[in-house]
């Protein structure tokens, strides 16, 4: 077998919906927890990585996974009651990178936020859609531990975790 992105992003989901569960079992004020900077917050932070991955899922795919361009956004991340939906939402658009792995590694080119006309390979947009969760996951587990409330256990997370998990 070759190895590919496929267990990496099978992971990421994974650890993706465990992040959602245990912010699920959280007081309602934990998604204002903040580590430094009080605009980037628990709830915003989860919201943004599914959001983003919805933006990834199109970039490779140009098939819409919840939102194509031009679209709204997915739905902000307000009450503990939101993330039941933003699970679902995650499960979809993370189920969609993984099925890129099937796609034609080529190179993409578009307009990215700033404005600049750039080359990727869909491989890097992957590489960076399990990066990109995993480095805010992170940023979870600290804000939550900066205000006091239980963080995400990221050893329970990683990829041994996973392994003994799934098989």
Not at 79 to 106: F, P, Y
Not at 133 to 155: C, K, Y
Request: aromatic share 8%; hydrophobic share 45%.
């Amino acid at each position: 077998m070759t190895i590919a992105l496929d267990r990496l992003l099978a992971h990421m989901a994974w650890a993706n919906q465990k992040t959602i569960e245990h912010l699920q079992t959280l007081p309602e004020d934990s998604l204002k927890a903040f580590a430094t900077n009080p605009e980037w917050f628990v709830g915003e932070i989860v919201y943004h990585i599914v959001d983003s991955a919805d933006h990834y899922a199109y970039r490779i795919s140009g098939i819409p996974a919840l939102t194509k361009p031009g679209d709204p956004c997915i739905d902000e991340v307000k009450v503990i009651a939101d993330l039941a939906r933003l699970k679902e939402q995650a499960a979809k658009v993370d189920g969609m990178l993984l099925d890129c792995v099937k796609l034609e590694d080529i190179q993409l080119e578009f307009v990215n936020a700033e404005g600049e006309q750039v080359k990727r390979w869909r491989s890097t947009i992957l590489s960076q859609a399990i990066h990109h969760a995993t480095e805010h996951r992170a940023q979870i587990a600290s804000a939550l531990e900066a205000i006091g409330f239980v963080p995400v256990n990221l050893d329970d997370l990683d990829l041994w975790s996973f392994e003994e998990s799934v098989g």
